[in-house]
């Protein structure tokens, strides 16, 4: 088995979305389940088999998080001493030497990546190109564009 690198924060919502699976969304559906059973002939039930198709989604779901959970290596970057290296988690500050331009991206585990909030994937091309390095280091990345050197500016493990 492989283990997923996951910051604290990623554990922490898969541990709060499984704890809403089990406890709310499970009994509901049995409930549900129940109700359209009392409706008689099942064969034609719609609600029935609605209830059971959601019912089949959140076991899936509860099974593939407590997967995720078992083979989590997490990782609390704020434990780390900053010595300027871009690692998992950290929180990055690259300038586009060409345009100048600054963005701030975080490396974070697969699950946890969404590049609206500005979390990129430690598998994502970016990351990929700017793990090991460190402050003042420029990184060539491959973009859809051509090749992008990014200066980094800064790493913080917040």
């Known amino acids: 088995m492989n283990s997923y690198p996951m910051t604290t924060d990623g554990a922490k919502k898969l541990r709060d979305e ?4 089990k406890s709310v969304e499970r009994p509901r559906i049995i409930a549900s389940i129940a109700e359209a059973r009392e409706h008689g002939d099942l064969k034609e ?5 609605a209830a059971r198709e959601q019912q089949s989604f959140c076991e899936g779901r509860i099974q593939d998080i407590e997967g995720k959970l078992s083979n989590a ?3 609390d970057v704020t434990k780390l001493s900053n010595n300027g290296k871009v690692v998992f988690g950290a929180t990055v500050t690259i300038m586009n030497t060409e345009t100048d331009e600054e963005i701030t991206y975080r490396i974070v585990g697969d699950d946890e990546a969404n590049i609206k909030n500005k979390l990129i994937s430690v598998n ?3 990351a990929r190109g700017l793990i090991g390095k460190e402050i003042d280091d420029i990184a060539a990345i491959q973009t859809p564009a051509g090749v992008v050197e990014f200066e980094i500016i800064e790493v913080e493990y917040i």
């Open 18 to 21: 499984l704890e809403q699976l």
């Open 45 to 49: 039930n719609a609600e029935y088999h």
């Open 73 to 75: 290596q997490i990782i």
């Open 124 to 126: 994502s091309p970016i």
